[in-house]
């Protein structure tokens, strides 16, 4: 039986809708997974025809159970991954396996925030950065750079805004490598702060050549960390734009020496000249699967599994519509008592989806990460600002009812 291996998933978002593709299209799908609280509730998975118990981070024990369901006759057409760090490991055992094409290395390389601004040095896209080990002087750093606040820390290995801190000032800048540090990381990077509207470039590539399939404007709102509340897909770009941002991206993933499948990079425009803040090796997280979808009727992870099968992917734009999603977030802490106004908010003019996260029971805060965001309303229009509008209209029906937390004192 025609086999397709899903190292992990979330429950909802891109890795979900992936699996849900390779389903219609006709594949058996088996998902490895360490979550003990998806094989208990089997039902939420209604695509996934075999789910096995697995500690993915076990390269070995991941082999063995592959080698299981080889010995039980499914014939293993593709092995993908579409959560962190996960996406290099799947293209790995491809690799030993000879299935697919995919180059574990590139991705290996993409999923770790240090290896990708070495890799990148020589690039005019890479910032200034730092790699502060545990042991090195604060003091060394500041007398080299004491003019160059405000400044990014972060962590080198983790994803979804988490730990990427913002300082301002020596105290700062202190305080956040002592919470990184304390975290168990030996080192971080510090890098310099790039002020200007940053987007985020959904790619693919198939025998070598690069495919810019969608161009996000991202609204970042700044609490306590970075946090994206709002993506809008742009059109009828400007040419010189447009060029730009190609050439950029083609630049990037040809440095990879990335020959076939996807990613997305966040980047920013800086007086004029494009900045990588970021590349992961697949389609972003959370709606952007469906944001494109609504936006132009490709379903990306599956033209993703395609290139996997080595198929030539259709990146065919069917329609063309400005499309805007909203984010929505606590900005309070406590226990979810229930969430009015959703199908109120579904059935507004111009609103294609709406999707809450979190349960009766929940325990919000405000934002600290990507995970942390509550849901999201998508909107689809004829222009930017009436798909903006659309979407930020509904969110105002969505009303979350929260018991305050308390502190003990």
């Keep these: 039986m025609e086999t397709i291996i899903f190292i992990d998933s979330n429950k909802s978002g891109s890795s979900r809708e992936a699996i849900r593709a390779a389903y219609n299209l006709g594949f058996f799908t088996v998902l490895l997974t360490p979550r003990e609280r998806f094989i208990k509730n089997r039902t939420d998975f209604p695509d996934v025809h075999h789910m096995i118990l697995t500690d993915i981070t076990d390269f070995q024990a991941i082999k063995n159970k592959i080698t299981i369901l080889t010995q039980q006759g499914k014939k293993i057409a593709a092995i993908l991954s579409f959560i962190d760090p996960f996406v290099h490991v799947a293209a790995k055992l491809s690799n030993e396996l000879g299935i697919t094409s995919f180059s574990s290395k590139p991705y290996e390389i993409m999923e770790n925030k240090r290896l990708t601004r070495e890799h990148l040095q020589g690039l005019s896209v890479s910032p200034k950065f730092t790699i502060f080990s545990k042991d090195d002087s604060l003091n060394a750093f500041l007398v080299d750079n004491k003019e160059r606040f405000p400044l990014i820390v972060k962590s080198a290995v983790s994803t979804g805004s988490k730990d990427v801190l913002f300082v301002e000032n020596k ?76 050439q950029t991206v083609n630049s990037i993933i040809n440095a990879f020496q990335l020959k076939n499948g996807s990613c997305h990079l966040e980047m920013r425009l800086v007086n004029g000249n494009w900045k990588l803040i970021e590349i992961n090796p697949r389609i972003s997280g959370g709606a952007m699967n469906r944001i494109i979808e609504v936006a132009y009727g490709i379903n990306l992870v ?97 009303r979350f009812y929260i018991e305050p937390y308390i502190q003990p004192l």
């Design 171 to 246: 105290a700062q800048l202190e305080k956040s490598l002592d919470a990184l540090f304390s975290k168990g990381y030996e080192e971080v990077l510090i890098e310099e702060y790039l002020k200007g509207p940053q987007y985020l470039i959904e790619a693919c590539v198939f025998n070598g050549e690069v495919h810019v399939v969608a161009v996000i404007q991202q609204e970042i709102t700044f609490a306590q960390r970075f946090i994206v509340t709002g993506y809008c897909v742009l059109e009828n770009l400007d040419v010189e734009f447009s060029n730009g941002i190609y």
């Design 302 to 398: 599956e033209e993703t599994i395609k290139i996997a099968l080595g198929q030539k992917p259709n990146l065919e734009k069917k329609h063309r519509k400005f499309v805007y999603a909203h984010y929505l977030t606590s900005y309070e802490t406590g226990t979810l008592i229930k969430v009015t106004g959703k199908n109120r908010c579904a059935m507004m003019p111009g609103i294609e989806e709406v999707f809450i996260k979190p349960k009766k029971g929940s325990f919000l805060h405000p934002p600290l990460s990507m995970g942390d965001r509550c849901g999201y309303i998508i909107s689809a229009a004829d222009s930017k600002s009436e798909a903006i509008r659309l979407a930020n209209e509904a969110a105002k029906v969505i």
